[in-house]
Protein backbone atom coordinates (compact mmCIF):
# COMPACT_ATOMS: atom_id res chain seq x y z
CA UNK A 1 0.00 0.00 0.00
CA UNK A 2 0.72 3.68 -0.53
CA UNK A 3 2.31 5.53 2.55
CA UNK A 4 4.29 8.69 3.41
CA UNK A 5 6.23 8.63 6.43
CA UNK A 6 7.11 12.07 8.10
CA UNK A 7 10.28 11.07 10.25
CA UNK A 8 9.08 12.19 13.92
CA UNK A 9 6.25 13.54 15.46
CA UNK A 10 7.87 16.54 16.80
CA UNK A 11 11.15 18.54 16.59
CA UNK A 12 12.80 20.31 19.00
CA UNK A 13 16.25 22.82 18.22
CA UNK A 14 17.31 25.96 19.27
CA UNK A 15 16.93 29.27 18.00
CA UNK A 16 19.85 29.49 14.85
CA UNK A 17 20.18 26.10 14.05
CA UNK A 18 19.50 24.24 11.32
CA UNK A 19 15.85 21.94 10.94
CA UNK A 20 16.27 18.97 8.88
CA UNK A 21 13.02 16.92 8.50
CA UNK A 22 12.20 14.11 6.48
CA UNK A 23 9.67 12.77 4.14
CA UNK A 24 9.87 9.01 2.96
CA UNK A 25 7.11 7.32 0.58
CA UNK A 26 6.61 4.51 -0.44
CA UNK A 27 4.57 2.74 -3.53
CA UNK A 28 4.39 6.20 -5.09
CA UNK A 29 6.19 7.66 -8.28
CA UNK A 30 5.40 11.63 -7.96
CA UNK A 31 5.91 13.48 -10.67
CA UNK A 32 6.91 16.18 -7.58
CA UNK A 33 6.46 16.60 -3.96
CA UNK A 34 5.65 19.42 -1.74
CA UNK A 35 5.74 21.17 1.61
CA UNK A 36 3.39 22.67 3.40
CA UNK A 37 3.37 24.54 6.80
CA UNK A 38 0.63 24.25 9.14
CA UNK A 39 0.12 26.53 12.20
CA UNK A 40 -2.83 25.38 14.69
CA UNK A 41 -6.58 25.31 13.45
CA UNK A 42 -5.09 26.89 10.23
CA UNK A 43 -4.92 25.23 6.92
CA UNK A 44 -1.60 24.13 5.55
CA UNK A 45 0.09 27.11 3.37
CA UNK A 46 2.19 26.09 0.86
CA UNK A 47 6.18 26.51 1.13
CA UNK A 48 7.67 25.04 -2.07
CA UNK A 49 7.62 22.51 -4.91
CA UNK A 50 10.28 19.99 -5.86
CA UNK A 51 10.33 17.80 -9.06
CA UNK A 52 11.29 14.67 -9.77
CA UNK A 53 14.02 15.92 -12.29
CA UNK A 54 15.30 18.35 -9.70
CA UNK A 55 17.66 17.43 -6.92
CA UNK A 56 17.44 20.48 -4.59
CA UNK A 57 15.22 23.77 -4.22
CA UNK A 58 16.00 26.83 -2.09
CA UNK A 59 13.97 29.13 -1.32
CA UNK A 60 15.47 32.01 1.69
CA UNK A 61 16.19 30.17 4.52
CA UNK A 62 14.63 26.86 3.09
CA UNK A 63 15.89 24.03 1.33
CA UNK A 64 14.53 21.32 -0.03
CA UNK A 65 15.91 17.70 -1.76
CA UNK A 66 14.20 15.01 -3.42
CA UNK A 67 15.72 11.44 -3.91
CA UNK A 68 13.76 9.38 -6.33
CA UNK A 69 15.97 6.31 -5.64
CA UNK A 70 15.45 6.64 -2.30
CA UNK A 71 12.72 7.54 -2.02
CA UNK A 72 13.20 10.50 0.56
CA UNK A 73 12.92 14.41 0.88
CA UNK A 74 14.61 16.14 3.14
CA UNK A 75 13.50 19.86 4.06
CA UNK A 76 15.81 22.19 6.11
CA UNK A 77 15.26 25.91 7.92
CA UNK A 78 18.50 27.17 8.41
CA UNK A 79 18.47 29.99 10.81
CA UNK A 80 16.16 28.63 12.89
CA UNK A 81 13.57 31.12 14.17
CA UNK A 82 10.96 30.64 16.87
CA UNK A 83 8.25 32.22 14.21
CA UNK A 84 9.43 28.71 12.30
CA UNK A 85 7.75 26.78 15.25
CA UNK A 86 4.36 24.74 12.72
CA UNK A 87 4.08 21.52 11.98
CA UNK A 88 5.44 20.79 7.90
CA UNK A 89 3.47 18.66 5.86
CA UNK A 90 4.79 16.71 3.08
CA UNK A 91 2.68 16.41 -0.33
CA UNK A 92 2.31 13.91 -2.63
CA UNK A 93 0.40 14.24 -6.04
CA UNK A 94 -1.28 11.10 -7.17
CA UNK A 95 -2.96 11.34 -10.45
CA UNK A 96 -5.83 14.35 -9.88
CA UNK A 97 -5.49 14.12 -5.68
CA UNK A 98 -2.45 14.70 -3.38
CA UNK A 99 -1.78 13.04 -0.21
CA UNK A 100 -0.28 14.14 2.91
CA UNK A 101 2.29 12.98 5.82
CA UNK A 102 0.75 12.98 8.85
CA UNK A 103 3.87 16.07 9.77
CA UNK A 104 6.51 17.08 11.95
CA UNK A 105 5.69 19.55 14.95
CA UNK A 106 8.79 21.74 14.97
CA UNK A 107 9.52 23.70 17.89
CA UNK A 108 12.24 26.51 17.80
CA UNK A 109 13.52 27.41 21.39
CA UNK A 110 14.76 31.03 21.49
CA UNK B 1 -3.80 38.80 -2.16
CA UNK B 2 -6.59 36.61 -3.45
CA UNK B 3 -7.36 34.37 -0.48
CA UNK B 4 -10.02 31.31 -0.57
CA UNK B 5 -12.89 31.79 2.09
CA UNK B 6 -15.17 29.08 3.88
CA UNK B 7 -18.28 29.09 5.60
CA UNK B 8 -18.91 29.14 7.78
CA UNK B 9 -15.99 29.13 10.55
CA UNK B 10 -17.68 26.62 12.56
CA UNK B 11 -20.82 24.41 12.22
CA UNK B 12 -22.63 22.35 15.47
CA UNK B 13 -25.28 19.86 14.56
CA UNK B 14 -26.97 16.90 15.67
CA UNK B 15 -25.88 13.45 14.68
CA UNK B 16 -27.78 12.40 11.40
CA UNK B 17 -29.00 15.98 10.37
CA UNK B 18 -27.36 17.15 6.86
CA UNK B 19 -24.84 19.97 6.84
CA UNK B 20 -23.85 22.23 3.68
CA UNK B 21 -19.99 23.15 4.20
CA UNK B 22 -19.27 26.52 2.04
CA UNK B 23 -16.04 27.57 0.16
CA UNK B 24 -15.31 30.91 -2.26
CA UNK B 25 -11.95 29.64 -4.08
CA UNK B 26 -9.72 32.25 -5.77
CA UNK B 27 -11.27 33.22 -8.97
CA UNK B 28 -8.82 31.79 -11.42
CA UNK B 29 -8.29 28.57 -10.03
CA UNK B 30 -9.69 25.63 -12.36
CA UNK B 31 -9.46 22.86 -9.63
CA UNK B 32 -11.10 22.08 -6.61
CA UNK B 33 -10.56 20.12 -3.32
CA UNK B 34 -11.74 19.12 0.12
CA UNK B 35 -9.69 17.68 2.54
CA UNK B 36 -10.37 16.86 6.12
CA UNK B 37 -8.29 16.88 9.41
CA UNK B 38 -9.50 15.19 12.23
CA UNK B 39 -8.26 16.70 15.39
CA UNK B 40 -4.99 16.13 15.98
CA UNK B 41 -4.82 13.77 13.01
CA UNK B 42 -3.28 14.08 9.29
CA UNK B 43 -4.78 16.08 6.65
CA UNK B 44 -6.72 13.40 4.25
CA UNK B 45 -7.77 14.25 1.07
CA UNK B 46 -11.29 13.71 0.20
CA UNK B 47 -12.11 14.64 -3.23
CA UNK B 48 -10.98 16.51 -6.22
CA UNK B 49 -13.53 18.74 -8.85
CA UNK B 50 -12.49 20.19 -12.13
CA UNK B 51 -14.86 21.22 -15.23
CA UNK B 52 -17.60 20.64 -13.07
CA UNK B 53 -16.89 17.04 -12.23
CA UNK B 54 -15.36 15.13 -9.85
CA UNK B 55 -11.93 13.82 -11.12
CA UNK B 56 -10.99 11.79 -8.02
CA UNK B 57 -12.32 10.59 -4.73
CA UNK B 58 -11.06 8.92 -1.73
CA UNK B 59 -12.44 6.49 0.04
CA UNK B 60 -13.69 8.50 2.84
CA UNK B 61 -15.49 10.18 0.28
CA UNK B 62 -18.44 7.68 0.42
CA UNK B 63 -22.09 7.94 -0.66
CA UNK B 64 -22.97 10.59 2.32
CA UNK B 65 -21.03 13.02 0.66
CA UNK B 66 -21.79 15.49 -2.49
CA UNK B 67 -19.79 18.47 -3.97
CA UNK B 68 -21.34 20.61 -6.38
CA UNK B 69 -20.43 24.26 -7.70
CA UNK B 70 -23.37 25.68 -8.53
CA UNK B 71 -23.12 28.99 -9.86
CA UNK B 72 -19.38 29.30 -11.00
CA UNK B 73 -18.10 31.08 -7.81
CA UNK B 74 -19.45 28.84 -4.54
CA UNK B 75 -17.94 25.24 -3.83
CA UNK B 76 -19.57 22.82 -1.30
CA UNK B 77 -19.81 19.93 0.15
CA UNK B 78 -22.76 18.53 1.67
CA UNK B 79 -22.75 16.02 3.56
CA UNK B 80 -26.01 14.06 3.60
CA UNK B 81 -26.58 12.07 6.94
CA UNK B 82 -23.31 13.40 9.55
CA UNK B 83 -22.40 10.88 11.93
CA UNK B 84 -19.78 11.45 15.06
CA UNK B 85 -16.97 10.76 13.13
CA UNK B 86 -17.51 13.06 10.89
CA UNK B 87 -16.80 15.40 13.61
CA UNK B 88 -13.36 17.55 11.78
CA UNK B 89 -12.04 20.61 10.42
CA UNK B 90 -12.43 20.50 6.78
CA UNK B 91 -10.24 22.21 4.13
CA UNK B 92 -11.39 23.72 0.56
CA UNK B 93 -8.13 24.34 -1.45
CA UNK B 94 -8.03 25.08 -5.37
CA UNK B 95 -4.92 25.47 -7.84
CA UNK B 96 -4.74 27.01 -11.12
CA UNK B 97 -3.54 25.77 -14.69
CA UNK B 98 -0.81 23.61 -13.54
CA UNK B 99 -2.49 22.34 -11.07
CA UNK B 100 0.60 21.97 -9.00
CA UNK B 101 0.88 24.64 -5.77
CA UNK B 102 -2.67 24.26 -3.60
CA UNK B 103 -4.28 27.28 -1.77
CA UNK B 104 -6.15 26.46 1.17
CA UNK B 105 -8.76 28.27 2.84
CA UNK B 106 -9.14 28.74 6.78
CA UNK B 107 -11.29 25.48 7.69
CA UNK B 108 -14.64 24.80 8.61
CA UNK B 109 -14.67 23.33 11.67
CA UNK B 110 -17.77 20.60 12.24
CA UNK B 111 -18.60 19.35 15.09
CA UNK B 112 -21.28 16.37 15.49
CA UNK B 113 -23.53 15.89 18.56
Known amino acids: SQKIEQNSEALNIQEGKTATLTCNYT??????LQWYRQDPGRGPVFLLL?????KEKRKERLKVTFDTTLKQSLFHITASQPADSATYLC?????????FGAGTRLTVKP | EPEVTQTPSHQVTQMGQEVILRCVPI?????FYWYRQILGQKVEFLVSFYNNEISEKSEIFDDQFSVERPDGSNFTLKIRSTKLEDSAMYFCAGSGTAQETQYFGPGTRLLVL
Open chain 1, 50 to 54: IRENE
Open chain 1, 91 to 99: ALHNNNDMR
Open chain 2, 27 to 31: SNHLY
Open chain 1, 27 to 32: NYSPAY
